[in-house]
């Protein structure tokens, strides 16, 4: 999947996941993990917002970041979704921006309508724990 950036210099994501948690006795949450890679200052995504205009908190995983010549940053931030979102997306897509709290923001990234009905069909089995997580990999930038 390609991510072009509305700018040059806004930054890119690198990689998406959808994963999925059981809890006993019968809730599940959903998670998108989003792998981020920029350069030029700390963003700092705190939320998440579709196209549509919907927001959504964005939890802060992991950083890394390399200094050399420029700094590049490599974010790992957690945006959680609810199951109705994710069946009312199931033939459009998602299509979602990273904000900083100074109102920076990713380029765009978006999980196709293929690999959310992919997900959620593997949803649908049973699982063999009650405490496995389901993860549907990542969907890489080409």
Same mark, same amino acid.
């Given at each position: 999947?390609?991510?072009?950036? /509305?700018?040059?210099?806004?930054?890119?994501?690198?990689?998406?996941?959808?994963?999925? @948690?059981?809890?006993?006795?019968?809730?599940?949450?959903? #998670?998108?993990?989003?792998?981020?890679?920029?350069?030029?200052?700390?963003?700092?995504?705190?939320?998440?917002?579709?196209?549509?205009?919907?927001? #959504?908190?964005?939890? #802060?995983?992991?950083?890394? /970041?390399?200094?050399?010549?420029?700094?590049? #940053?490599?974010?790992?931030?957690?945006?959680?979704?609810?199951?109705?979102?994710? /069946?009312?997306? @199931?033939?459009?897509?998602? @299509?979602?921006?990273?904000?900083?709290?100074?109102?920076?923001?990713?380029?765009?990234?978006?999980?196709?309508?293929?690999? @959310?009905?992919?997900?959620?069909?593997?949803?649908?089995?049973?699982?063999?724990?009650?405490?496995?997580?389901?993860?549907?990999?990542?969907?890489?930038?080409?």
């Amino acid at each position: 999947m390609t991510h072009n950036a /509305v700018r040059k210099d806004n930054p890119e994501v690198e990689d998406i996941s959808l994963h999925a @948690i059981k809890k006993p006795p019968d809730s599940i949450r959903y #998670f998108i993990t989003v792998n981020d890679r920029y350069r030029g200052h700390w963003r700092g995504a705190i939320q998440a917002a579709d196209t549509e205009g919907k927001v #959504f908190p964005a939890a #802060f995983l992991q950083q890394s /970041v390399n200094c050399e010549f420029h700094c590049e #940053f490599d974010d790992t931030i957690e945006i959680e979704l609810t199951e109705e979102y994710l /069946v009312g997306h @199931i033939n459009s897509g998602i @299509i979602m921006h990273l904000y900083g709290p100074g109102g920076s923001a990713s380029a765009p990234f978006t999980v196709t309508p293929a690999y @959310i009905k992919g997900f959620l069909s593997t949803i649908d089995k049973p699982f063999q724990s009650s405490n496995i997580g389901v993860h549907a990999g990542p969907i890489r930038k080409q």
